[in-house]
């Protein structure tokens, strides 16, 4: 197997089963697990800050993701609106998300995720011949294109909101 072969057959699965794992915590109850999500809201913060830093240059690319977070805490004030929370009777805590909401931002992700991979393709083929490979940043149309920076601060943005959310209501509901 070509290296030119090898990073995609490695590459994809691991996207799919992400996306698979992502998609399975959109149906049914959750358990609230604080530590877990007080983790990934670090975590978010930290790729958005990463995200967004070589945006600078651009003005196009600030306000897609200004538009992108505001847009992504509404849906996630929307979500946390319609999420359900109980207490079983052992004590477990759990909430259930609106599935609606969780289904609409995967398939948006999905369509950008395959929109680049069919655009991206051709451009990594002929990088790969020629000798300035090594020379550039392979990820740099990751930031610079204001849709795709868009629909992932509207992902970032909807879960750090949706996450804190979570933690604060289950708080207000004696959950978490």
Not at 36 to 65: D, N
Not at 92 to 118: C, D, H, K, W
């Amino acid at each position: 197997m070509t290296p030119n072969a090898l990073v995609p057959a490695l590459v994809i699965p691991l996207l799919l089963f992400s996306l698979y794992r992502r998609a399975r915590r959109n149906f049914g109850r959750q358990p609230i697990q604080r530590k877990r999500m007080t983790f990934r809201i670090g975590l978010l913060g930290l790729v958005l800050v990463m995200l967004v830093a070589p945006s600078f240059h651009s003005t196009f690319l600030i306000a897609a993701a200004v538009a992108g977070l505001l847009l992504g805490a509404g849906l996630a004030w929307i979500g946390l609106r319609l999420t359900r929370f109980e207490i079983t009777p052992d004590g477990q805590e759990f909430y259930t998300p609106n599935s609606y909401i969780g289904i609409a931002l995967m398939a948006v992700v999905v369509a950008r995720l395959v929109y680049r991979f069919v655009v991206m393709v051709p451009v990594v083929q002929s990088a790969g011949q020629s000798s300035q490979w090594g020379a550039g940043d392979p990820f740099s149309t990751l930031h610079g294109s204001p849709i795709t920076v868009g629909i992932l601060t509207i992902v970032i943005g909807y879960y750090l909101v949706y996450f804190i959310g979570i933690l604060r209501e289950g708080q207000k509901h004696g959950v978490a």
